[in-house]
């Protein structure tokens, strides 16, 4: 299997800071949230909203195991220099919404 192929290098915005790790890429959902949280010092009753910015630029919420994957397949088309997650310690207030301090940048 190619090496490539079995990480995925994820890099963290949060609060201005940009946080870098490998994971495999069989990572489930629960996993990338609880070392999302560990890395940015999130508590764990703390909600978060997680975003990756696709192939076109645009933010797409992962809050599940198949949004997951779709962004994971996608990064690996693509072979980006890695995985753009966009951290927010909040929910947005309806489906579709910009999370609390999201903005177009």
């Keep these: ?24 890429a069989t990572v489930t959902f629960v996993e990338l949230c609880e070392e ?9 009753q703390q909600p978060i909203t997680l975003k990756w910015i696709d192939d076109e630029g645009d ?20 072979k980006r220099s890695g995985l753009q997650l966009h951290v927010f310690p ?6 579709g919404m910009p999370c609390p301090g999201e903005d177009s940048e």
Aim: aromatic share 6%; proline share 5%.
């Design 1 to 24: 299997m190619d090496l490539d192929s079995e990480f995925v290098k994820i890099k963290a915005h949060y609060c201005r800071d940009m946080l870098i790790t490998d994971l495999a």
């Design 59 to 78: 933010p797409c919420t992962i809050s599940s195991q198949m949004e997951l994957q779709e962004a994971i397949r996608i990064y690996n088309r693509t």
């Design 36 to 44: 999302v949280r560990t890395m940015c010092s999130v508590a764990k």
């Design 90 to 95: 909040s929910i947005p207030e309806k489906p």
